[in-house]
């Protein structure tokens, strides 16, 4: 167990619906990253938060979006859904923003039909 | 452009033997760290091993360790005496730039299937 909690486990909803993926990182850690896992991507960076402020951004769309709240856990909220958005979305933390290793949480499995 | 190659889909190994899984990499930052992660079929990411561009020695933890020969540009993952529950993917990745300078985030390889045999 990373430490790293992500909520729901498991999500499926419909194209064109809005969903928001939620993650409370680690006791102590600042940062939390978002991931992308699907098949024909693989593993992609979305974005990063620390201490309440964005750091850095990936490829994320802008259906997406995220923001991470005072007591440092995130959200990620996704919308008008497509097939393609099918994936498993992990969130992952560190102590500070650089020279750190990121622990990730159990991911959520969106699915949409 | 930052890239992290693993050429290996699938590997087999007997359990109790040692295996090697390859990844190379491509930065311009002479500054770097190289993580490997293992994803069991349940689908968590699980840290396993860090080596920074510039630490001396190879990194070990427990089983693992990182056979990094910086001027070929690789960072093996060893694992010694393989056990069942070794069987995942396992996945190398790299600290990345971003525009501005450094950041955290890793970019990753596509990962290598390893099935321990019994």
């Known amino acids: 167990d990373s430490g790293v909690t992500q909520t729901p486990k498991h999500l499926i909803t419909a194209t064109g619906q809005r969903v928001t993926l939620r993650c409370s990182p680690r006791?102590?850690?600042?940062?939390v990253y978002w991931y992308q896992q699907s098949l024909d991507q693989g593993l992609q960076f979305l974005i990063q938060?620390?201490?309440?402020?964005?750091?850095a951004k990936g490829n994320i769309l802008e259906r997406f979006s995220a923001q991470q709240f005072p007591d440092l856990h995130s959200e990620l909220n996704l919308s008008s859904l497509e097939l393609g958005d099918s994936a498993l979305y992990f969130c992952?933390?560190?102590?500070?923003?650089?020279?750190?290793?990121?622990?990730f949480g159990p991911g959520t499995r969106l699915l949409v039909l | 452009a930052q890239k992290i190659t693993q050429t290996q889909p699938g590997m087999f190994v007997q359990e109790k033997e040692a295996v090697t899984l390859d990844c190379t990499y491509d930065?311009?930052?002479?500054?770097?760290?190289l993580f490997w992660y293992k994803q069991p079929s349940s689908g968590e990411m699980i840290f396993l091993i860090y080596?920074?561009?510039?630490?001396?020695q190879n990194a070990t933890e427990g089983r693992y360790s990182l056979n990094f020969q910086k001027a070929r540009k690789s960072a093996n993952l060893v694992i010694s005496a393989s056990q069942l529950g070794d069987s995942a993917m396992y996945f190398c990745?790299?600290?990345?730039?971003?525009?501005?300078?450094?950041?955290?985030?890793?970019?990753f390889g596509t990962g290598t299937l390893l099935a321990v045999q019994p």
């Open positions: 992952a933390s560190s102590v500070a923003d650089l020279e750190e290793t990121q622990y």
């Open positions: 006791s102590g850690d600042l940062s």
């Open positions: 938060y620390y201490n309440g402020e964005e750091r």
């Open positions: 930065t311009s930052d002479p500054s770097y760290g």
């Open positions: 080596q920074g561009s510039y630490d001396q």
């Open positions: 990745a790299m600290r990345g730039l971003n525009y501005g300078g450094a950041t955290n985030k890793l970019i």
